[in-house]
């Protein structure tokens, strides 16, 4: 079967005139008006300074939004097809917005998503994709960036949504309707009893006996993972990392002097000047010699020398997410290095993430992840808890999950199996006695951003760390 999409118009390509008229201007103004003041008695900055910022901020923009349409024109007719889906309904509402929408644009170009809205993906045959919204309250970015074909308005009347999305419905008599329904993915679940109430009303008893849920479409087409996002993913892994480094260094953490708190805003602050997204917040721990109990970022304790430190972190960055924990250790005064048990223990993490990385390949199921990768762990005598996951859109993904399989706590998850070019986030712990400890458990918990390539290897997008980092070393080579 032919799975070339082919358009029933011409797509515009790369930006459209309008935005790349103003892309210019603004690139003028921030060489021309560096040194203007800001608003008078302000003390903010200049106008150069904003006309930078907001030009960068434009080309994050416009450039998640090219790797979305890019993404939408490669492959979501030939997944429909490959599911039997001759059309797709997202329905939506202002301030509900369904998640899957993020998947086409996002929320920045659609406008304020009307009373009720529709966006239709239909199988054009011959004439391959349309794409169509229903509604009201919608930006012509929609249709500029190439997301949509047109836009069909029902404005202020008193008729609503239902007569147009009736008449498009049976003017293309679709076989199999795919709408926004799933017990386990809840990205794919964005459809309310009430809207679909609605749907089937507007649509009528013979094309509601057409509706099929999307989740399998929904895995499939988020898990086609294209070069250009894995561009974006590989920044944002490479930010995190770099991120969490420098949080845990002696530019950050004086001893006896900062707190779980202090590192935790100090993360914050970053994240925003980076003009990054916000994800998660950093959760932070300490690990302390003669304390069976972990002290973590709400009790907000002193950092202090001989600590285990650890953080699990990640960012959003262009609609692509990050997902890391690191560990590291606070050296107690004439230490060039941690105990060698901590190092021990490390190491043991290091092994098992190679171990882990060579479980998880195309076509294994998540829960059988679990199994094969702890029982290597514990034949070379490693202490383990492993629970990776599908990543991307969102911190944990539609795809599989290494865990264990309990249809009411993790659904079809752990019955998925690993796809190419998914993103993975490589997550387990490793514990152990520390002798210098007085044979105290510590535990190791890693998590590094990786994906599954072509060939069926996992790729880290940085790293994975290979050594337990120290606060208080005076050459930092990150």
Known sequence: MDRTPRRPRSRPVGRPPFLRERAAAVAVLAVLAPGLPGTVGSGGPGYGALAAQAHASE???????????????????????????EMWIIMSRENNPD????????????????????????DAGADGLESVVIGTHLSRFMVELGF?????????????????????????????????ESRTISMAD?????????????????????????EPLFIDYVSQRTPAER?????????????????FSSEVITPGETTLMDVYWWIEDERKAQDLEFNFPAG??????????TLEEVDDPMIRPGDVLHVDYGVRHMGLVTDQQKMAYVLRPGETEAPEGLRRVFEQSVRHGEILASVVEPGVLGREIVERAQALAEDE????????????????GVGAWGSPDWPERYGIHPRQPVRPTEFWSIEYNVTAAVPEWDGQVVRMAREEDAWVDEAGDVRFFVGPQEELWLVGQPDLRW
């Open 99 to 122: 998640p899957a929408l993020e998947l086409f644009g996002g929320y920045g170009i659609s406008g304020w998503y009307g009373h009720r809205n529709a966006y239709v993906f239909r």
């Open 231 to 247: 561009g974006i993913e590989r920044e944002a892994a490479w930010k995190t990392w770099h991120i969490l480094r420098r949080a």
């Open 148 to 180: 949509f074909d047109r836009i069909e308005s029902y404005h202020s009347g008193p008729e609503g949504l239902a007569p147009g999305l009736r008449e498009y419905v049976h003017a293309h008599d679709p076989k199999t309707i795919a709408i926004n």
């Open 190 to 214: 964005g459809l309310s009893a009430a809207l679909k109430t609605y749907l089937v009303e507007a649509i009528g008893p013979e094309y509601a006996s057409r509706l099929v849920s999307c």
């Open 284 to 293: 932070l721990q300490i690990q302390r010699r003669g304390l069976e109990e």
């Open 381 to 396: 005598g490693i202490t383990s808890r492993t629970y990776p996951h599908v990543q991307g859109n969102w911190v944990h």
């Open 59 to 85: 080309e994050r923009t416009m450039r998640e939004w090219e790797v979305k349409r890019e993404k939408m024109e490669r492959h979501l007719l030939p997944t429909m097809r490959e599911h039997g889906v």
